[in-house]
């Protein structure tokens, strides 16, 4: 077991207290989580922090997305960084509409 996870039992067990003086509630809590959450994520907006955070918002809303691993071309990999580039989308979306247009024409 981590020390984490140690930890985390003690805290539900009761185990644990804060010190005197240091627990924050209402308000001043609100504020100290933002700043924490702003220090760890490196991030100075706390909607930029929650962003962060959380990470990438599933595709749909059927469950997780499956993630593809391709091997490609140097020369291929790189028409398609600077097509992806040119638009302002991630590669990887750049990739998912060129599959769904080739099975679009090939269907």
């Known amino acids: 077991m981590s020390e984490y996870d140690e930890l985390a039992d003690r805290a539900q067990r009761g185990e644990m207290t804060s010190k005197p003086g240091t627990a924050r509630r209402g308000p001043s809590a609100a504020e100290a ?3 924490m959450l702003m220090q760890a ?3 100075n907006d706390p909607d930029e922090a929650v962003r962060v955070a959380l990470g990438r918002p599933r595709l749909g ?3 997780p997305s499956p993630v593809w691993k391709v091997r490609a071309s140097a020369q291929l990999d ?3 960084r600077a097509a992806a580039a040119a638009r302002h989308v991630p590669m990887s979306q750049l990739v ?3 599959v769904a247009a080739y099975l679009v024409k090939a269907g």
Request: charged share 25%; glycine share 20%.
């Open 78 to 80: 790189a028409q398609v």
């Open 61 to 63: 809303s059927e469950g």
């Open 33 to 35: 989580g933002r700043q």
């Open 96 to 98: 998912r509409e060129a």
């Open 41 to 43: 994520t490196g991030q």
